[in-house]
């Protein structure tokens, strides 16, 4: 079973401009030399097909304790890398975003453990959402306007939720990422999947792996990290061979 990793996170007024850079790998962030595939869209005629133009503008005028931006960052398989990687990122996007001003990157760096490829996205989204009025930088992130929509701002799609729907819609998100991604593994020829649901309810009794950090990673001796990778191989294989045991007796 392919490794499944999924966040979420959201920035704050004055946050989104330098992040989109950062993603995009823009100024200083290219030294990185590891951006693969970028792009954006469902951007305002206002900001000219410029990522940077909205977010400066989503900084500007955006609540002062208002949300700028979401963003998604999801590993990728690297067995869909090359030719097949380009339709999976697009149906992602098109199932995700559903309309929303959006920015994505792929980054592809070498991971600090074992120097293979750390394929994954990034996702920046905004939650106003186009209506079809035109609006300046200025009104699109105002206050919206229920009555007299054209007066307002763009509406925010993620207000008014409870925490139990955020919770479950994030279960949701994680499962349809999921299956996007088993769809395309399935398309091209290869029998590995990834799963969204925890190890507990995959009947998998083991802790989950940490994340140690380049930091970490650097203290550690030679034999150090060959013991932990051959540990977390032995893990992954444990982790498959439950998983095709639950599904066998699924069938029965």
Known sequence: MASFNFQIRSGGKGKALEHSRYVARRGYHRAKNDLVLSGCGNLPAWAEGDPERFWRAADAYERVNG?????????LPNIL????????????????????PYQYAVHSPPSSLQGEQNLHMHLLYSDRMPDGFERSPEQTFARFNPIYPWQGGCRKMSSGRTPMQVRDDLIALRKLVADIQNTHLARHGHAVRVDHRSLRDQGISRAPERHLGPGRIRQMSPQEKQDYVQRRQHWRAAAAGASDHGSGAARL
């Open 81 to 100: 890398a090359g030719a097949p990687l380009r339709p999976l990122v697009a149906d992602i996007i098109r199932q995700l975003v559903v309309g929303r």
């Open 67 to 75: 949300t700028t931006f979401r963003e998604l960052i999801i590993a």
